[in-house]
């Protein structure tokens, strides 16, 4: 039995239903990909399926709108899989356990991947329909959006005719976003030597309870970054305390800001009771500084066994602890030009430990592409200072404001009409893939909007049932636009 057969709008549930049977986290599309491109041929519709799983599906006009301007419906089909610690699902493999309560969906123990499923769900239940009213419609699923944006910068988009587009990607209803920043991820190497393990005591030291949350939508927020806690606690208590790291990491995504992170560390047996109370002292510091925004935070540690592996010597220990120390994290720059908009930042979002390295894995992003580079450049300088080096990938383009766009003056009239209010026209820190589209598509003209998601990027994620009601409505009014 169908999960959400009774929510309305139906065909749109059933899909979004339908995609959330099969896993699409980034990089793990061929699943998702193949069901788009049969979904097409069953229909006998146009489509093209590349080298990058990206998908593209034609409708021509239904009767009465073959000379009204051509559209692109575009969103992507990956999502951010991730889950407990305690669920069971194999994310690769095993479909969504999806819940209704109240007015929202969300999916047991796992990100939902309403970002950007939903966008695909109205794509298909307007390609599915014979009874609404469209122009030709030129459906554009991209891949790894996710990851880097991937599909869009590798999709040819040279045959399809629409100058003008609708990106289904914003997570708050009302709210038609018309600019974003550029981005590019940054991995950052840090090489490490290891001895013997010493005789001694073995510690993990864990940071949680923290919010998270998107490194560009709720990078303003400022709330606090698991690894650079727990860098900061453990360069405050190695000042007084001689430690060895063993392993130490923390994140899921790069482009999400960390919940968790964890290290194991080596001291000397009678300097325990010393460290335990020093990471409580930090602990209710932090606990008083963030008391109106962290309120789960904690700073636990726990005995563990001994490591196999040895332990980082003491200058790798020190350089991997004063990395995190000065590594720059978190809002760089607010706009000069739009009130209340970050306009560059920098997250970091994954450390691992490997054999002989530790590797942070960083987003950058900014509405300025120079500020970006310099954001960079810092970045490769204090990482090239501590012995490391860098690699640079999945950069893209930002997205700039169009002050004559003939579809935003469309859309704010038509949300007015609709809703009886006016729709706010902002610019995103986040990255779309707006900036690449309108980069291969000269003179498009795009606006990105979508119902209410929350959480995305996390367990916690949900999508409100009455608000995709309502922008579905939203955006059947505006296909019938001629």
């Given at each position: 039995m169908s999960v959400l057969e009774n929510l309305e709008p139906k065909k749109v549930f059933y899909y979004f239903e339908e995609l959330c049977n099969i896993p699409h986290g980034s990089g793990n599309l061929d699943g998702i990909s193949s069901y788009l491109a049969e979904f097409a041929k069953e229909r006998g519709l146009f489509h093209i399926r590349d080298a990058s799983n990206n998908i593209i599906i034609v409708k021509e006009a239904s009767a009465g709108y073959e000379?009204?301007?051509?559209?692109?419906?575009?969103?992507?089909?990956?999502?951010?899989?991730?889950?407990?610690?305690?669920?069971?699902?194999?994310?690769?493999?095993?479909?969504?356990?999806?819940?209704?309560?109240?007015?929202?969906?969300?999916?047991?123990?796992?990100?939902?991947?309403?970002?950007?499923?939903?966008?695909?769900?109205?794509?298909?239940?307007?390609?599915?329909?014979?009874?609404?009213?469209?122009?030709?419609?030129?459906?554009?699923?991209?891949t790894d959006e996710e990851t880097g944006m991937e599909g869009a910068t590798a999709i040819d988009l040279s045959m399809?005719?629409?100058?003008?587009?609708?990106?289904?990607?914003?997570?708050?209803?009302?709210?038609?976003?018309?600019?974003?920043?550029?981005?590019?991820?940054?991995?950052?190497?840090?090489?490490?030597?290891?001895?013997?393990?010493?005789?001694?005591?073995?510690?993990?030291?864990?940071?949680?309870?923290?919010?998270?949350g998107h490194s560009g939508t709720e990078i303003n927020k400022e709330r606090t970054n698991a690894i650079k806690l727990l860098g900061l606690t453990l360069q405050q208590v190695q000042n007084r305390i001689p430690l060895n790291l063993v392993r130490i990491g923390g994140g899921e995504k790069d482009n999400a800001i960390p919940r968790t992170a964890s290290a194991v560390v080596c001291l000397d047996k009678g300097k325990q009771d010393e460290f335990i109370r020093s990471i409580e002292n930090i602990q209710n510091a932090e606990k008083n500084e963030n008391q109106s925004k962290e309120k789960g935070l904690f700073i636990r540690v726990a005995e563990t066994s001994v490591p196999e592996q040895g332990v980082f010597d003491a200058d790798s220990t020190a350089r991997v602890l004063s990395f995190l120390t000065?590594?720059?994290?978190?809002?760089?720059?607010?706009?000069?030009?739009?009130?209340?908009?970050?306009?560059?930042?920098?997250?970091?979002?994954?450390?691992?430990?490997?054999?002989?390295?530790?590797?942070?894995?960083?987003?950058?992003?900014?509405?300025?592409?120079?500020?970006?580079?310099?954001?960079?450049?810092?970045?490769q300088t204090l990482t090239k200072l501590l012995g490391g080096s860098t690699e640079t990938h999945g950069e893209y383009p930002g997205w700039q404001f169009d002050p004559d766009s003939k579809l935003r003056a469309d859309m704010v009239r038509i949300y007015?009409?609709?809703?009886?209010?006016?729709?706010?026209?902002?610019?995103?820190?986040?990255?779309?893939?707006?900036?690449?589209?309108?980069?291969?598509?000269?003179?498009?003209?795009?606006?990105?909007?979508?119902?209410?998601?929350?959480?995305?990027?996390?367990?916690?994620?949900?999508?409100?049932?009455?608000?995709?009601?309502?922008?579905?409505r939203y955006l059947l009014e505006i296909l019938k636009q001629k």
């Open positions: 000379k009204t301007a051509p559209i692109i419906l575009q969103g992507h089909m990956d999502m951010v899989a991730v889950k407990k610690k305690d669920c069971d699902i194999d994310m690769e493999k095993d479909p969504l356990r999806l819940k209704v309560e109240g007015d929202f969906v969300y999916a047991e123990g796992t990100s939902l991947g309403g970002d950007d499923g939903i966008a695909v769900a109205y794509i298909l239940a307007l390609l599915d329909s014979e009874e609404i009213a469209h122009p030709r419609i030129e459906a554009v699923i991209t399809l005719r629409a100058r003008r587009m609708l990106n289904i990607d914003s997570e708050e209803e009302g709210i038609l976003l018309t600019s974003c920043a550029g981005g590019m991820r940054t991995d950052c190497h840090i090489p490490v030597r290891r001895e013997q393990a010493p005789q001694g005591i073995y510690l993990e030291v864990a940071v949680g309870g923290l919010l998270g000065l590594f720059p994290n978190g809002v760089m720059a607010m706009s000069a030009d739009i009130e209340g908009l970050v306009e560059t930042s920098l997250n970091l979002g994954i450390l691992r430990t490997c054999e002989q390295e530790v590797v942070a894995s960083t987003a950058i992003r900014s509405a300025i592409e120079t500020a970006k580079h310099k954001v960079n450049l810092q970045v007015k009409e609709m809703f009886g209010k006016e729709a706010q026209v902002e610019a995103l820190h986040a990255g779309l893939e707006c900036g690449i589209m309108t980069a291969k598509i000269p003179g498009l003209d795009c606006v990105s909007f979508g119902p209410n998601i929350y959480d995305i990027h996390t367990t916690e994620e949900r999508l409100s049932i009455s608000s995709t009601e309502r922008m579905w």
